[in-house]
């Protein structure tokens, strides 16, 4: 709720619902560009994941696009390159069996000592795994450096707009993306 209790609410606002997207599976299949095959009366799809959350709307209260009927029947994840690293973190606030606060997960793919490709997924943030464009672009092309990493944490969550009570998911989650992309540079 935007004006009641919304200390666990979204940070972004990209629906009229603040609920947040409670997986911690979703962000990271998300992050290694995952498909998921469903079945349906009209036969067999193959989805990105990418494509498959949306939003819920006044007049569509779902977070997928898929219609009555479908079902997910697999996950289809790529192979990594070798030149890949990759990790999940998320902060909550009990040790276990809780929903996070906030979650980061990152897939980076190298040419030296240079980020080639970047993905950067938001959870906890939004009603959906939120793809972070912003972060992956202030990473590519760069040494994952101490720099890199604080202007990617930053623009992470840059558009971000806290509500009363959440203003606090803003630096925790710069600094568990700041923390998620340290672990990547020692690996």
Not at 13 to 29: G, I, N, R
Not at 49 to 76: F, K, N, Q
Not at 159 to 171: D, E, S, V
Request: aromatic share 4%; net charge negative.
């Amino acid at each position: 709720m935007k004006d009641g209790e919304n200390r666990f609410a979204a940070v972004f606002e990209q629906s009229p619902c603040t609920a947040v997207h409670p997986s911690d599976v979703a962000p990271v299949l998300l992050a290694l560009d995952a498909k998921v095959r469903t079945v349906h009366p009209g036969g067999e799809t193959s989805l990105a994941l990418a494509d498959l959350y949306r939003p819920p709307e006044e007049a569509r209260r779902t977070e997928t696009v898929l219609d009555p009927g479908h079902l997910i029947t697999s996950i289809e994840i790529p192979a990594s390159a070798d030149e890949s690293k990759m990790t999940y973190l998320k902060a909550m606030d009990r040790k276990i069996w809780a929903f996070a606060l906030v979650g980061v997960a990152v897939v980076l793919r190298f040419a030296g000592t240079v980020v080639e490709d970047a993905h950067v997924v938001l959870s906890g943030v939004s009603n959906i795994p939120v793809r972070s464009g912003a972060a992956e672009e202030t990473l590519r092309g760069r040494a994952l450096d101490d720099r890199s990493i604080e202007d990617a944490a930053r623009a992470a969550f840059a558009t971000a707009a806290p509500l009363r009570q959440n203003g606090y998911k803003l630096t925790l989650g710069v600094n568990l993306l700041r923390r998620a992309l340290e672990n990547l540079k020692q690996d």
